[in-house]
């Protein structure tokens, strides 16, 4: 008889299949099939019927019926004895990953840039001339006027925005040009298309753009481009600081690295979403 076929003897130890449920909407089968599935992992990619119910805690009994059922769904094989999973369980994963937004995607490493360099950090996404924030953190209040999700600001005065321009097709940013209405916020801004077109280019050779008090006095920004899975320019990733605080010395040395290696993991988690 088989370590299979063994598993419809009676046991003799009370296990995780006869525990009540935690709440009335607590689905106990669904959770035990989530933990048969766990119960595989890097130490342990093949398992026994034994294993698998000695690391649930469930009957033998119980345990084939849930290794067997994963079986005929696909996302376990047999051998009669050995047990592992399939590469169908990453479905599972990849359902969780097609439904997240940009901002679910970019938050975690916002929040992770944010603690590592104690400024307020945002993504923003181009819409017409202006950029729009569609995620931030804040650690402490630099502009005047606040920022929240939805806030608007022209993308020619921004570190964000000059990522996304540059960014555009050439079509696309000769419309820009032509039409934007490239104002002075303080006596530090762009305010010329030819100007604008040479820091464009410059953010197209260097892969990250510093804004230095062009959108308000005594900001200093700096941002770099989030790119989907075909490598298009789709958000930005930005670091405030007042100017006080560091040199621009220090931005480049210290700020930009970890603002462009913030921007290289949303694009990486982004790209998984839309490529699965």
């Excluded at 990453?90 to 590592?116: C, K, M, Q």
């Excluded at 916020?185 to 804004?211: H, K, M, N, S, W």
Aim: proline fraction near 5%; hydrophobic fraction near 45%; glycine fraction near 6%.
């Amino acid at each position: 008889m088989s370590e299979i076929d063994a598993a419809t003897a009676p046991q003799q130890n009370p296990s995780a299949d006869d525990t009540p449920a935690a709440s009335p909407d607590f689905v106990q089968s669904l959770a035990r099939g989530l933990a048969v599935v766990k119960a595989f992992d890097a130490t342990h990619p093949r398992r026994t019927l034994s294993d698998v119910a000695k690391a649930t805690g469930l009957t033998r009994a119980t345990a084939r019926r849930f290794l067997l059922t994963l079986a005929e769904l696909g996302y376990v094989r047999t051998d009669g004895s050995l047990f592992w999973l399939t590469p169908r369980v990453l479905e599972l994963g990849y359902s969780y990953l097609s439904s997240l937004t940009l901002p679910d995607v970019a938050r975690p490493h916002l929040e992770a840039l944010a603690a590592s360099v104690h400024e307020s950090t945002s993504v923003s996404v181009l819409d017409g001339d202006d950029i729009v924030y569609v995620a931030r953190v804040p650690v402490s209040r630099i502009m005047t006027v606040s920022i929240t999700l939805g806030t608007r600001f022209p993308a020619h005065a921004t570190s964000m925005g000059r990522v996304l321009l540059a960014g555009l097709s050439p079509e696309d940013l000769d419309a820009y040009l032509d039409r934007a209405d490239l104002r002075p916020l303080t006596g530090r801004t762009v305010v010329t298309p030819d100007q604008l077109r040479a820091e464009l280019d410059t953010i197209r050779r260097d892969g990250f753009c510093i804004v230095d008090q062009e959108l308000e006095e005594g900001l200093r920004s700096l941002a770099a481009p989030i790119r989907d899975a075909s490598g298009t320019v789709i958000a930005a990733v930005n670091i405030s600081t007042h100017a006080a605080r560091y040199t621009l010395d220090t931005v480049r040395g210290e700020l930009v690295p970890a603002v462009v290696a913030t921007a290289a993991a949303i694009s990486t988690d982004l790209a998984r979403t839309q490529t699965h």
